[in-house]
């Protein structure tokens, strides 16, 4: 059949007769020239030709399609024949319409020329998993102080301010538990009392306190876990870490006893060569207190770097659980996990072990 456009106009007089306008607004024509176009690319019931189908439908009901060019071609008929071609226009929109999702349903319903999968086709291999680097080093740290015999011990990471500061001998006004410093947990009405508060605990050391509150003398435990403190993240610093907390409380323990067990398991762990020192400190809940620092190799540069902080009990925290500090004396250790997996592996930034690249995590 010719196009609409090949077809000869009728006179004005005819158009006027019919209530039609010229034969490019004549919807009995191009309802004919639609679905004959419409058959040729689906006859009968066989499936119809997908890309001739898709043609079809830009030539007719696409944004520059022949219905859309017979819509603006409205604004040219006489005034008092608008009416009656905009909603036979609008008539044959919906048969033509009606028509292509008829046929367009059997496409979708025809079997396909190939399988939606091809078996032929090598598969993307897949990669076997492995544990966090992290995951890796707590389970060696934990292996090794198992093996001097030391027992796992495990506490909540939401603690309470007994635990977190009452109970290790830092009182209220300490800068220690300054708003600052910690995360602390609103009650449900938004107010916070001093000494009721929640908070994220800053220290494994929160552990230990349970510890020696359920167990009697002798002790001892070692407990790893999460931790929180807002510090500002640079390559040795973030505000969530691991630390792994040791505890021994039995009669007659010295210092000599905690610098025997942190450089053995220095030696143990890195190696004869590990390079561990000591240094005097403070902190409230032992006395004397130390820090222990090791030498590592942060981005090209070899410098020491604090792992944790250690000392012996303060008689104050044996009373706060019960403990008699004349009977019974002990030690206790607090190291950071991560700075040692950065020094067992060569990690120079410790927010490469939180950025889940997998490029870098499958390095370990």
Not at 208 to 214: L, S, Y
Not at 234 to 263: N, P, W
Request: aromatic residues 8%; hydrophobic residues 40%.
């Amino acid at each position: 059949m010719s196009e609409v456009a090949d077809t000869p106009s009728p006179s004005p007089g005819a158009s006027a007769q019919s209530g039609l306008g010229p034969s490019s607004l004549d919807p009995a024509a191009l309802r004919e020239e639609a679905l004959s176009a419409l058959r040729r690319v689906a006859p009968g019931e066989a499936p119809p030709d997908v890309s001739g189908l898709e043609a079809w439908r830009v030539a007719w009901l696409g944004a520059n399609g022949r219905l859309r060019d017979a819509m603006t071609a409205l604004k040219a008929a006489p005034r008092e024949l608008r009416p009656a071609l905009g909603k036979a226009l609008n008539e044959l929109k919906s048969v033509v319409e009606a028509a292509f999702e008829e046929v367009r349903s059997r496409a979708g319903a025809a079997p396909s020329e190939r399988p939606a999968i091809d078996v032929t086709e090598p598969g993307i291999p897949a990669g076997l998993g492995r544990r966090h680097v992290l995951t890796r080093t707590i389970d060696e740290i934990v292996d090794v102080f198992g093996r001097m015999g030391f027992s796992v011990a495990t506490g909540p990471e939401v603690e309470d301010e007994f635990h977190n500061f009452i109970a290790l001998n830092i009182p209220p006004g300490h800068p220690a538990r300054d708003a600052k410093d910690n995360f602390y947990m609103e009650g449900p009405a938004g107010e916070i009392a001093e000494g009721s508060r929640r908070l994220l605990r800053s220290q494994t050391s929160t552990i230990q306190i349970r510890a020696m509150r359920a167990s009697p003398p002798p002790l001892k435990v070692v407990a790893v876990g999460r931790v929180y403190r807002p510090d500002a993240h640079d390559a040795t610093h973030y505000s969530m870490f691991h630390q792994i907390e040791g505890l021994c409380v039995d009669r007659s323990v010295t210092m000599v006893d905690l610098k025997t067990t942190l450089f053995q398991f220095a030696r143990a762990y890195f190696g004869e060569g590990a390079e561990v020192r000591m240094r005097p400190s403070f902190f409230p809940f032992t006395e004397p207190s130390a820090e222990v620092d090791m030498k590592m190799r942060i981005r090209g540069e070899w410098r020491w770097v604090e792992l944790g902080g250690c000392g012996m009990v303060d008689p104050n925290v044996f009373a706060a659980v019960g403990i008699d500090p004349e009977e019974w004396t002990g030690f206790a250790f607090g190291l950071g996990v991560e700075r040692i997996a950065m020094r067992r592996y060569g990690i120079a930034d410790i927010r490469w072990l939180f950025e889940n690249d997998a490029r870098f995590l499958r390095q370990f």
